[in-house]
């Protein structure tokens, strides 16, 4: 990060909304990396990772196609924290190096990310926000957009960082609950940020 910019790290378990509050900023002419989407293209891209993706799942962890194979992937995944955590540790290493190429093109963007603190994103961050909604409203939402159960739903939630303990790292927390309105709560933002750069 350069003296000169101001990166807004965005965060927020799974069903807590911030992509829409990600895309409210983008109205305000923002610009977002949003790394679940650019770790996607750097799974099918690099070959690097696609060597230590399958020496660690095997063979069938990259398919036919040259890409890997979300069905073993989330499989890996779903076994637990630790799983998890050997799959970041390949991927979020070089998502980072794409995310330090795009910050520099942008004096103020923003990054969205649901492991923003767990994967250290928040190091290269200016401020932090958390984007959190009550656990049944997340369930509700998420349910609706995967068509999955209930069960399925909280099983997604349990294996993130809870929500309070992402709130209370975040600098400002936006509360998108579906009745709390969020053009005041992102026009807060934008003022504390303007108030800091100034400051500068």
Known sequence: MQPHQTIIGITGGIGSGKTYVCKMLEER????????D???????????????????LGPGAIGADGKPVKAVLAD?????EQY??????I???????????WIKK???C?????L?????FNSDCTLTVAVVAPLEVRIDRIRKRDHITRAKALEWINLQMPQEQKAGLADITIVNDGITPLTPQIDKLLSLLADSQQAR
């Open 106 to 108: 942008n004096t103020l």
């Open 76 to 80: 890996y995944i779903c076994r637990g």
């Open 110 to 114: 923003a990054i969205e990310s649901a």
């Open 91 to 101: 991927v979020h290493p070089r998502v980072r190096e794409r995310m330090h190429r």
């Open 116 to 120: 923003l603190f767990e994967s250290g």
């Open 84 to 89: 998890a955590d050997n799959i970041n540790s």
């Open 38 to 56: 650019e770790a996607k293209l750097e799974m099918k891209e690099n070959e690097e990772i696609h060597h230590e993706l399958t020496d660690l």
């Open 29 to 36: 002419g923002i610009p977002i990396f949003y790394t679940d």
